[in-house]
Nanobody, 120 residues
């Protein structure tokens, strides 16, 4: 079995910061491409940013200059550091990862999501 689990969400004032974590666990051979997404109430899920196995990062326009994605391959964990948070950042944040398990099977996995609420 392979699982992804997000953590670190919560309530923060506008201008504050949060760091989200996404940890992969189970019978993992390797974790390759990973991404962060978010979904606000009544809206479609949107991409926040991605990171490759080699550490190359891309961001949506809304995240550039404020959010930073990184990964710790030794711990099978990816992070989303969010600074200068705005009320419009309020959403459930999801992690997605392309993972090969020990049987040699590769596919995308989703975490359960973590709520981020930014107050004025």
């Amino acid at each position: 079995q392979v699982q992804l689990a997000e953590s670190g969400g919560g309530l923060v004032q506008a201008g504050g910061s949060l760091r989200l974590s996404c940890a992969a666990s189970g019978r993992i051979f390797n974790v390759n491409f990973m991404g962060w997404y978010r979904q606000a109430p009544g809206k479609q899920r949107e991409l926040v940013g991605t990171i490759t196995g080699g550490g190359t990062v891309t961001y949506a326009d809304s995240a550039k200059g404020r959010f930073t994605i990184s990964r710790d391959n030794a711990r099978d964990t990816v992070y989303l550091q969010m600074n200068s948070l705005k009320p419009e950042d309020t959403a459930v944040y999801f992690c997605n990862g392309y993972i090969k398990d020990l049987s040699g099977s590769s596919r995308a996995y989703w975490g359960q999501g973590t709520q981020v609420t930014v107050s004025s």
